[in-house]
């Protein structure tokens, strides 16, 4: 696990993507194997009580672990004590919709058009309590690893 290397991580998410403008505030998780990062979780757009949360990833490669996965999570709901966390993905990218869905995230609205190809955002979120219900998760179990 990469935790807070934002050269790093930014960087394998950039060239992932072609772009690398995350905000002025953002942070990043990285998860390797024999030394190749497979996969980078970046937040940024942090607010009260919310966080936007990005997963950039290598393609057919085995990197959603649960140490990964839980890592993800622990951070805004666990390091940052935020009640929420946000998602946007491209409406055209049913992977990555599909494997929100499975982790919990709700389908909360669509951005038409937001995309430079014309592809609109499906804005997702799942609150603190439903991770904690949908994975049997709670804070006291986690915050010796947090």
């Given at each position: ?22 905000g002025e ?107 904690e219900t ?7 179990q986690s915050?010796?690893?947090?």
């Open positions: 696990m990469i935790c807070f290397d934002r050269q790093r991580c930014f960087g394998f998410a950039a060239e992932m993507l072609g772009h690398a403008n995350w505030w953002a942070q990043a998780i990285g998860y390797e194997r024999n030394g190749e990062l497979l996969a980078v979780v970046i937040y940024n757009n942090l607010a009260d009580l919310n966080i936007s949360m990005h997963v950039v990833a290598k393609t057919g490669r085995r990197w959603c672990v649960p140490e990964f996965v839980s890592a993800a999570f622990r951070y805004p709901f666990v390091q940052l004590r935020l009640n929420r966390v946000t998602a946007y993905v491209p409406s055209k990218n049913e992977a990555a919709l599909k494997l929100d869905k499975h982790l919990g995230f709700i389908e909360e609205g669509r951005i038409r058009e937001a995309l430079d190809d014309g592809d609109d955002l499906i804005v997702l979120g799942i609150l603190k309590r439903e991770w949908l994975h049997g998760w709670q804070e006291s915050s010796a690893a947090a």
